[in-house]
């Protein structure tokens, strides 16, 4: 069987490079300086982030990926100021963050809009309570509804939307209010395969024409690698980074690039990381035999 040689994923085409050096000049708009979060559990103390250290840029996006329980959920939870640390520091921009704020704001996997207020209603309720006017409120929100495609739904309720056009109302009810960061938990996790596809594809319009940094956790390597800029890597017990890789696939994304080389290139590494070889005789079940003899399909 012929093997497919792939480039190094750390193989950067002079276009990708220059984009990475423009990248890095640009203000630094989330610091996470050493942070550890231990919870208390009956088995005592677990440490589940440990010294975790990066910094992301102004319009990066920047994928969180690691194995179930590494503590992608919990670490996005301490830059959304839902949960406190141990010890570290987070700053976003000049700001020490100690709490939630309006300079970011989160979409998670779960449908988080508020069911009995309408599409429009959800998205002005972020702006109301920033002590904006109803009318620049429902001006602003009609706007969002409209870049998000949905002007047609603008007094339906949750309950009455798919969940792909939900996660959208959600998008749009973070960033009417205009954060610095979009705080994302698995946010497509919930949706079927082409609506999750359409949602990626929207994300990206929506980011590059939008003064906005992404920071998305995703379970899934083709969507991290098809939307950011950098994949941080987690490792497990406790979570620690294991690598933060610089995806050498050009931009604009298209779905054509799945795959490319640089693209298979860096699947195969960060399936390495996450996945990393292990003797498969642990992977065997104790199964007995209970086909019959001489119908053998293998
Ligand atoms: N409030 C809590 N109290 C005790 N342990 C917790 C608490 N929240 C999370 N944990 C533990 O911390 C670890 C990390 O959880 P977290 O939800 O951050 O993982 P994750 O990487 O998001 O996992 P998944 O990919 O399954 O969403 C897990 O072992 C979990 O049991
Ligand atoms: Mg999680």
Redesign the pocket.
């Known amino acids: 069987m012929s093997k497919i040689i792939l480039p190094s994923y750390k193989e950067q085409s002079p276009e990708v490079k220059a984009r990475f050096d423009k990248l890095k000049e640009r203000p630094v708009i989330l610091k996470v300086e050493n942070v550890t979060k231990t919870?208390n559990?009956s088995q005592g103390p677990?440490t589940?982030l440990n010294n975790v250290s990066f910094q992301t840029y102004r319009r990066e996006f920047t994928s969180i990926i690691?194995p179930?329980?590494?503590?992608?959920?919990?670490l996005v939870r301490l830059l959304a100021g839902l949960e406190m640390f141990d010890s570290g520091k987070i700053m976003v921009k000049d700001n020490v963050i100690d709490g939630p704020g309006i300079d970011r704001g989160m979409v998670f996997q779960g449908y988080t809009l508020f069911p009995w207020l309408t599409v429009v209603e959800n998205v002005m309720y972020g702006l109301l309570r920033k002590g904006e006017t109803k009318s620049y409120a429902l001006n602003r929100a009609s706007e969002w509804i409209r870049l998000m495609g949905l002007d047609k739904f603008e007094t339906a309720y949750p309950s009455q939307l798919s969940g792909g056009m939900k996660q959208r109302v959600a998008i749009a009810r973070s960033l009417a209010v205009h954060p610095e960061m979009l705080l994302m938990d698995e946010p497509f996790g919930a949706l079927d395969a082409q609506t999750r596809a359409k949602m990626q594809s929207n994300l990206l319009q929506i980011w590059r024409n939008v003064n906005i940094s992404i920071m998305f956790i995703t379970?899934d390597l083709d969507e991290a690698i098809y939307l950011s800029d950098r994949i941080i890597v987690l490792k497990a017990n406790p979570g620690e980074i294991a690598e933060i890789i610089e995806v050498p696939v050009p931009r604009p994304r298209t779905p054509d690039q799945f795959l490319s080389p640089e693209f298979l290139a860096t699947k195969k590494h960060v399936e390495e990381l996450i996945h990393p070889v292990t003797n498969y005789k642990e992977d065997k079940l104790p199964f007995f035999k209970l086909t019959q003899a001489g119908d053998e399909v293998i």
Do not use: A, Q
Request: with cysteine; aromatic share 8%.
């Open positions: 919870f559990t677990v589940v690691g179930s329980g590494c503590g992608k959920s919990t379970h």
